[in-house]
């Protein structure tokens, strides 16, 4: 069966700080791995690696996949309290997407 | 553009009777699939349309669940009849092709007593 781990299951930081989520996957039929945000409804999308060794960035989140470890990390720099949410790691095939449970992540001032 | 939209936001029904949600897909997206998630666990996969036919549809729980994609625009998902272990958030996704990424509705709250 498909599965998706992320650790860790909680996180609390302060604004400012740096952030790295993780997650492995055992899948078959890989073909992306998926982060998304969920704040109160729904999850938006925030990156999609099929390769890996290549980094995604888009503000200060980053991404990178390791597919001979299978495994990717989620970063943030200089976490902003708007950073809250939990950030859901999902492993996508050629049709139905596998997701972990999810990093809850909270950033107070 | 609109996003995924889903209909109703939240739902409370009595065990044994029926709901039927909706979600409409982003337009062009022939891709939509309907995930679960349950209180405490983790977002599972339901089933997925390609327009109208259904290509996957392994995750479905049980017979009591129904999807329907007439004409290949919006789909509905029926519970009939709906048992307690039926509540939870249930998200619906598009994406333009297989493998592309999904956009996630804002989930239907289902609460069953």
Known sequence: EDKVVQSPLSLVVHEGDTVT??????VTNFRSLLWYKQE?????????????????????????LDKKELFSILNITATQTG?????????????????????KLQVIP | ???VTQFPSHSVIEKGQT?????????GHDNLYWYRRVMGKEIKFLL???????????????NRFLAE??????STLKVQPAELEDSGVYFCASSLGLGWEQFFGPGTRLTVL
């Open chain 1, 21 to 26: 989520l993780n997650c492995s996957y055992e």
């Open chain 1, 40 to 64: 109160k409804k729904a999850p938006t999308f925030l990156f999609m690696l099929t390769s890996s060794g290549i980094e995604k960035k888009s503000g200060r989140l980053s991404s990178i």
């Open chain 1, 83 to 103: 950073d809250s949410a939990v950030y859901l790691c999902a492993s996508g095939g050629y049709q139905k997407v596998t997701f972990g449970t999810g990093t």
């Open chain 2, 1 to 3: 553009e609109a996003g």
């Open chain 2, 19 to 27: 709901v039927t949600l909706r979600c409409d897909p982003i337009s």
């Open chain 2, 48 to 62: 997925h349309f390609v327009k109208e036919s259904k290509q996957d549809e392994s995750g479905m729980p049980n």
């Open chain 2, 69 to 74: 994609r007439t004409g290949g625009t919006y």
